[in-house]
């Protein structure tokens, strides 16, 4: 036997428990020790079989580093047909999370049981693969068509409940899933209950496939994973024989299989959970954070603070003025009112949360015993220290003083208190209840404690924490700069706003930087170009038609005018008419010929500035790794995550053509174009950004 399946006889039933922790992953080791315990189960007198798992799981799912490896015997989907060929009766217990393969060694056992806590899917399209081991075929005869396409192309987790109310399980019972899994083999024995396998259940109905593809492939935004999922499920209603079906799914799965795409998720799965393990923070304990204090109660404060309500932490939240607090706290209520509405809360939470557990106040006194204050007030570095100077005053020892500010240097912040060493930036993007990235920006004399509270938090406020150097813009938004000054350069030398935002769009991407400028306001991105203008460097070339349109008091959205108009009641915008005009006066002005553009150029410069940026804010050491540019990306900027970041993609598309061309761009603008050092050091040795991440 395998060590990671244990094997067991209790009376007539064989019971084989997985042991592979963490989380049971269907590696070779446990795939052979299934297949050897069904074997033996049906050597030795057994009537049936019950398979689950110890530790805190069942099967969470294929050992998914194994994929893009040489595939090792017995495969998942000849082990699952094996089990449900066996004679005996073959039961599961579920426990944990059943997902992915998982879920498909227990839809290919003849009866399911579960815990109620149990959590079941096929998550696999979010990993860029489809259920390959029988699951689009199995999962619609028990559930149905309609209900499987939902599930399989969603790979959401569903509960024990919902999975018993759709024919998925056939029980729920509370306990540990050995002993309820021995009582449930020993009932259907008593009862003769007949083996019963899904694969000889009838082909379920048919739905319209076309339709289905069709809308799977628009709401993936060109992810192909759940649209070819449809095909699969498809042949569970149209292939003549289930056979067939299994040999079309396993057709389809060797296509994602192979594709950029899979490849560029399961770096992302990975590197999701790399992302916030410091070698930096081993055996660095945080300090306890058992209440918050928030400073402003503009939208992104109050953001701030209803993230940490929604985890439980208290907060004092302090704004200047009676008006500007009550304000607040409207925000705030607004805030968790949405997450009522969406079911994240009870009404009973939503009182607890808005009454006791949020103090707002005027007096800064309020926050004597705050551990950790955010500071969330105007971007401007006078204000920003002033503000620090009365925390210094106010705040206990030990207190942990953070600042959001998005641009300033957090030194010169923590420079105004006497304990620098308990400053840092968090930096949060808005809405911050919402958004799932947090740069935690470490300044010259932040203590390690100090930064392990940053992560914490981050941890706890259910976060993709981000370690990030000083730089202007720290990791994100100084790529974003330079992505979105390349669009601007296209843009002035010949293609439209709309161009762009369709080339970028049709990449992945939720919406392109003219619509978004108009999302975010341009007054605020205005405002940081003129605080920006008397440093520039005069080689820079300046596009002038951002401005014009600035000048003009259209700032987006907020006026129902920029880049596009918005109608009241219509969503999204019609380009404005206006800014042609305003692109034309800027070209004579600067006396430039405009030509065109192909989107494939357009989306190209747009990448290239992406990776050659991100490769100087890893050159630099501003982002440790590679993969932490590309957390960043993902989960602050909208990148697809289907692409796995931007230097994945750049390490999918080859570095040494990504160079090449920015050489050439840099033949009209070497100023702007300057190859990063460290892209050119990867080509010269032939390696990719992946390399650099494997330092632990
Ligand atoms: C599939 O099954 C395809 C089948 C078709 C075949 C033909 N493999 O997330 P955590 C590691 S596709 C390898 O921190 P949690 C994880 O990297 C798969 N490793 O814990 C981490 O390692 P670290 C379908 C895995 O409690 C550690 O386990 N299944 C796998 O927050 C703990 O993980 C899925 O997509 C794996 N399958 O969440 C499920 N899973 O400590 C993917 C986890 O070295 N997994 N690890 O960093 C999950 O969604 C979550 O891990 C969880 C547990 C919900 C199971």
């Not at 083999?185 to 109905?205: F, H, I, S, T």
């Not at 607090?325 to 949405?338: S, Y």
């Not at 740069?439 to 976060?463: I, N, S, Y």
């Amino acid at each position: 036997m395998s060590e990671a399946i244990a094997y067991e006889r209790a009376g007539d039933v064989a019971v084989l428990k997985a042991q592979n922790p963490p989380v049971n992953a269907l590696g070779a080791e446990v795939r052979k020790g299934l297949l050897a315990g069904i074997e033996r189960a049906e050597q030795d007198g057994a009537k049936a079989v019950l398979i689950y798992g110890e530790g805190r799981t069942y099967f969470a799912g294929a050992d998914i580093r194994e994929f893009g490896r040489p595939p090792k015997d017995p495969q998942l989907p000849a082990l699952c047909s094996r089990i449900e060929a066996s004679p005996l009766i073959v039961v599961s217990a579920m426990h944990g999370t059943a997902l992915g393969g998982g879920l498909e060694v227990a839809l290919s056992s003849h009866y399911r049981i579960a815990v109620p806590s149990a959590k079941m899917g096929l998550p696999e399209v979010n990993l860029g693969i489809l259920p390959g081991a029988g699951g689009t075929q199995r999962l619609p005869r028990l559930a149905g068509t309609e209900a499987a396409l939902e599930m399989i192309t969603s790979g959401r987790h569903f509960g024990a409940a919902e999975a018993l109310e759709k024919g998925i399980i056939d029980k729920i019972e509370e306990g540990d899933p050995r002993g309820i899994g021995l009582a449930y083999v020993q009932e259907l024995l008593e009862q003769g209950a007949p083996r019963r396998a899904v694969g000889e259940m009838p082909a379920p109905d048919a739905v319209d496939f076309d339709a289905a593809y069709a809308a799977t492939l628009k709401k993936g935004r060109g992810q192909l994973s759940p649209a070819t999922a449809v095909r699969a499920v498809q042949a569970a209603v149209e292939a003549e024989s289930f056979e067939a079906g299994l040999q079309r799914e396993r057709a389809l799965f060797m296509e994602l299989m192979g594709s950029d795409q899979r490849q560029g998720l399961i770096h992302a799965f990975f590197s999701e959970r790399a992302v916030s393990k410091l070698p930096e923070l081993e055996g660095v304990e945080p300090r306890e954070v058992v209440s918050m204090g928030v400073i402003g109660g503009g939208t992104m404060g109050a953001g701030i603070a209803t993230a940490a309500l929604l985890a439980d932490l208290p907060v004092v939240l302090i704004e200047m003025t009676d008006d500007a607090a009550a304000a607040a706290r409207g925000r705030i209520e607004g805030n968790l009112k949405g997450a009522l509405k969406r079911g994240k809360i009870t009404e009973a939470q939503y009182d607890r949360l808005t009454g006791g557990a949020l103090t707002v106040a005027t007096d800064y006194a309020a926050l004597s015993q705050a551990d950790l204050v955010v500071e969330a007030v105007f971007e401007d570095m006078g204000v920003k220290r002033d503000v620090f100077g009365k925390l210094d005053a106010h705040c206990k020892p030990g207190a942990v003083l953070a600042t959001n500010t998005s641009y300033l240097d957090v030194d010169e912040i923590a420079a105004s208190t006497s304990r620098p060493q308990d400053v840092i930036g968090l930096h949060f993007f808005s809405p911050a209840h919402v958004m799932k990235l947090l740069e935690v920006v470490v300044a010259e004399k932040t203590a390690p404690e100090v930064l392990a509270t940053g992560f914490a938090l981050g941890k706890r406020l259910k976060k993709v924490a981000v370690r990030s150097g000083i730089c202007d813009g720290f990791i994100g938004n100084r790529i974003m700069n330079a992505y979105r000054k390349a669009a601007e350069y296209v843009v002035l030398d010949g293609a439209s706003p709309y161009q762009v935002d369709q080339a970028v769009t049709g990449f992945g991407f939720p919406m392109g930087p003219f619509a978004m400028g108009d999302l975010a306001g341009l007054d605020i991105n205005w405002a940081a170009r003129k605080r920006r203008a008397p440093t520039r460097d005069p080689r820079e070339r300046v596009p002038r038609f951002y401005e014009m349109l600035c000048e003009s008091g259209d700032f987006g959205q907020k006026t129902g005018k920029g880049f596009y108009i918005y109608e009241e009641g219509r969503r999204g915008g019609v380009p404005n008419p206006q800014v042609a005009g305003l692109i034309a006066e800027d070209q004579e002005q600067q006396g430039v010929t405009p030509r065109e553009f192909s989107d494939a150029e357009v989306l190209r410069r747009y990448m290239c500035a992406m990776v050659n940026e991100a490769a100087k804010v890893v050159g630099e050491g501003i982002a440790r790794r590679p993969l932490d540019v590309d957390m960043v990306m993902l989960f602050g900027y909208g990148f697809p995550r289907f692409w796995g970041g931007p230097l994945k993609w750049a390490d999918l598309q080859g570095l040494d053509g990504i160079l090449a061309d920015i050489r050439a761009y840099a033949a009209e603008d070497d100023f702007f174009w300057q190859p990063a050092p460290l892209l050119e050091q990867l080509v010269a040795e032939g390696k990719p950004f992946d390399d650099l991440n494997k330092d632990g």
